[in-house]
């Protein structure tokens, strides 16, 4: 039996990800009892006097950390609610915050990857024994990882370069065990979200990510996207060629990684991308029926023409909910236009607290109005200070728990998941521009809003924008909107 054989067998895969259940569970498992354990550390040292602030801060360190690092060895569901949990390493002071990046960076960009042999064990599955009939070439390195499988680079029959993309074995399987566990565990997450309500938060992310395994669905949803931005003059989405089991062969796509852009991109350049990115995920619904559920900086590309290329189509939402436009007119004038009169009464009309149930509506509408100051402006900035003092805000425990106090209706976390990621994505960036425009081009009920708002405050002179533009931080091009 080689060696690699003989890892796979004990539960060392030697670079596949772990699949037998015990051996996820027992990672899982430890979470809540390394945490307990920090807790009971943690009361011994206020004992003997050491500042309790510092020591809290010491354990959300090490437990996030902790975190992190089982989310990112075991992948699958674990990983995606590592990604919506990566926007709250902003809510750090920078010097702490460097080992949330590290985690982060492994659970994003170190996946291990399938060996060769296991790769064509799945392409055989799919295509059959003579799956290599369907290539002129295939290129057994992975080039890129998703997080229940890899991409391979291939040249289809017809001689068009393409992408394969594979899911691991086993990894159906291992996502599912993964939900019970997460479930388990979700009380951890009060180390980032102390105002949450984190069970709900991950039965509403296990049902995404249920979605995102049915690899048919995703080559439909890309289909239907490549139609609807055909020969569109900012974005490029490629065609499906062939979806069977496990495997989508799609045509490739060359282009700068957005992760570069973020890390060496001009100024200029980082706003451009970062308006297009909003334009795409803001718009889809309008050009799709489906929201792009999805948006990270390893899903999107800059090509060689400009346009922005778009990967990745599994997590794809039925648009609209139940009562959306309706209860983004109401609660948003209510917060622009109203009082909290209004306010409240939006907030229970449509579900998100209930009707008897009491909350603290000065608390939820003070995490809520900073996000207004994007629609108060023609020019605005978005980057990793601002978003850090919007996340410090809305898990600040001072604000009476608010979150607590409120209920997230059916086909709303999902929408959530993919605004934080688009946020967070465009705080990357720090992007600067008529973010308001753009998300008034494709929303109704808020251009309604807004037009009450000028109406009623007389349009004052936007003061903001006047102070970028002395700066010479926004170029002609955005100064003329």
């Known amino acids: 039996m080689s060696i690699r054989r003989a890892r796979w067998k004990t539960g060392d895969t030697g670079g596949n990800p772990p699949a037998r259940t015990l051996v996820r569970n027992a990672k899982l498992a430890a979470l809540p009892v390394a945490f307990a354990g920090r807790q009971m550390a943690g009361a011994g040292k206020r004992a003997l006097g050491r500042p309790a602030a510092e020591i809290d801060r010491e354990i959300q360190l090490r437990t996030a950390q902790h975190i992190f690092e089982v989310l990112g060895e075991l992948k699958g569901c674990a990983a995606k609610l590592g990604q919506v949990l990566a ?3 902003l809510a750090l002071p920078p ?21 060769p042999g296991t790769v064509h064990q799945v392409l055989t599955g ?18 890129a990882s998703a997080t229940i499988g890899q991409v391979h680079r291939a040249v289809w029959h017809d ?9 691991y074995p086993g990894a159906r399987a291992a996502v599912l065990s993964d939900l019970e566990q997460l479930r388990r565990i979700a009380p951890l997450a009060s180390v980032f979200m102390p105002c949450s309500d984190a069970r709900a938060l991950v039965d509403e992310l296990a049902r995404a990510v249920r979605a995102e395994l049915d690899y048919a669905a995703e080559a439909h949803n890309q289909h239907a996207y490549a139609i609807a931005y055909a020969d569109d003059p900012d974005f490029r989405v490629p065609r499906v060629l062939a979806q069977h089991g496990d495997v989508i062969v799609s045509e490739w796509l060359d ?22 990115a909003l334009r795409f995920v803001w718009g889809s619904p ?19 023409d400009g346009r922005l290329g778009v990967v990745d189509f599994g997590a794809c939402l039925p648009w609209p909910p139940p009562h959306f436009g309706p209860m983004l007119y109401d609660g948003a004038d209510a917060l622009l236009n109203g009082d909290r009169e209004d306010f409240d009464a939006a907030v229970r009309r449509y579900g998100f607290v209930g009707r008897d149930r009491t909350f603290d509506v000065d608390a939820l509408m003070a995490v809520i109005d900073p996000y207004l100051e994007i629609l108060r402006h023609d020019i605005y900035r978005v980057d990793s ?51 308001r425009d753009e998300i008034l081009r494709w929303s ?38």
Not at 100 to 115: E, F, G, H, K, V
Not at 126 to 143: L, P, V
Not at 387 to 414: A, C, E, H, I, K
Not at 446 to 472: I, K, N
């Open 87 to 89: 926007v709250y390493e």
């Open 95 to 115: 010097d702490l915050a460097e080992p949330y990046r590290i985690a982060l960076s492994r659970l994003q960009n170190a996946m291990p990857p399938m060996l």
């Open 126 to 143: 799919a295509f059959g024994t003579n799956w290599r009939h369907h290539f002129r070439e295939f290129d057994d390195r992975r080039h």
């Open 159 to 167: 001689g068009r370069p393409v992408a394969v993309k594979v899911m």
């Open 255 to 276: 282009g700068i990684p957005l992760t570069r852009v973020i890390t060496s991109g001009a100024e200029i350049e980082r706003d451009r991308v970062g308006l297009l």
């Open 286 to 304: 309008t050009r799709t029926g489906t929201l792009y559920g999805d948006p990270h900086p390893g899903n999107f590309l800059v090509q060689p």
């Open 385 to 435: 200070a601002w978003l850090r003092r919007m996340v410090l805000m809305s898990v600040n425990p001072s604000l009476n728990n608010v979150g607590r106090q409120l209920t997230m209706p059916d086909g709303y976390v999902p929408i959530w998941r993919s605004l934080i990621g688009l946020v967070g994505m465009c705080a990357q960036l720090g992007v600067t521009g008529p973010i």
């Open 444 to 481: 109704p009920e808020l251009t309604a809003v807004m037009a009450r708002y000028r109406e009623r405050t007389g349009g004052p002179a936007d003061l903001h924008a006047a102070r970028l533009r002395r700066a010479g931080r926004i170029g002609r091009d955005f100064a003329a909107g």
